[in-house]
C-alpha cells in the first residue's frame, strides 16, 4: 500500500505561481509514475500532468502546456508541479496519483494509489 499525501496548495491571484508537492511513502517511488489530476466543483477529474518511472518522461494536458512543469525527486520521494501564470480556470483540488512502473498514463484509470488533495483557488 502506497499513501501519497499533497500539499502547497493555497489562494494566489491571476498571474501567480504556486508549486505543489506529492510525498509518498513508499522506498520503491523511483519505480512508480505520477501523474497530476484535478477536479473543480460539479466537473469530472481531469488529467494535468505526468512523470514516468526510470528515465522520466513528462505529459501534459493542453490547457496546462507551457505553463505547469511537473518533475521529481526520488531520494525524496516526491513528485513537485509548478504552476505558473494561474488563471481563475485552473482553481480546484489537485490530486496526484501513483502506478507502479506505469508509462505515460493520463487517465485516472490507469493509477492504482490517490491522494486526498489539495485545494488551489485562483482570484480573479
Do not use: H
Not at 26 to 47: D, I, L
Not at 108 to 121: A, C, D, K
Request: aromatic share 12%; proline share 2%; hydrophobic share 35%.
Amino acid at each position: 500500500q502506497v499513501q501519497l499525501v499533497e500539499s502547497g496548495g493555497g489562494l494566489v491571484q491571476t498571474g501567480g505561481s504556486l508549486r505543489l508537492s506529492c510525498a509518498a511513502s513508499t522506498r520503491a517511488f523511483s519505480r512508480y509514475s505520477v501523474g497530476w489530476f484535478r477536479q473543480a466543483p460539479g466537473k469530472e477529474r481531469e488529467f494535468v500532468a505526468t512523470i514516468s518511472w526510470g528515465v522520466p518522461r513528462t505529459f501534459y494536458a493542453d490547457s496546462v502546456k507551457g505553463r505547469f512543469t511537473i518533475s521529481r525527486d526520488n531520494a525524496k520521494s516526491t513528485v513537485y508541479l509548478q504552476m505558473n501564470s494561474l488563471k481563475p480556470e485552473d482553481a480546484a483540488v489537485y490530486y496526484c496519483a501513483a502506478a507502479f512502473q506505469g508509462a505515460v498514463i493520463t487517465t485516472t484509470t490507469g493509477y492504482t494509489y490517490w491522494g486526498q488533495g489539495t485545494q488551489v483557488t485562483v482570484s480573479s
